[in-house]
């Protein structure tokens, strides 16, 4: 299962389990955020780690980047597309 399954999974656990969604939106005020967002994410059972979070995260936005204006170089980084960690929370808040 790769990453983006294993987020819409925890997206979908977390929109059934208020304490799971509360832990998750809660790591936004952490000194270590994405740490303490994939501990709880295994916690839950779902085998996600930084890395994992941060490779999803570019390699999701190179492929959108790959895919518009011919693959060039000279669109701008959008506010937060390529930071999956911060995409889930905003879905899960806007979810639910």
Known sequence: MDTGEILEQLKKAAIEDSVLKEKLLATRNSTTPLSDFCLISREAGFQLFELDVLEFGES?????????????????????????YEMFLMELEMLA
């Open 60 to 84: 999701s936005y190179a492929a959108m980047r790959r895919s518009t204006n011919g693959g060039g170089e000279n669109a701008p980084l959008l506010q937060w597309e390529d930071d999956a």
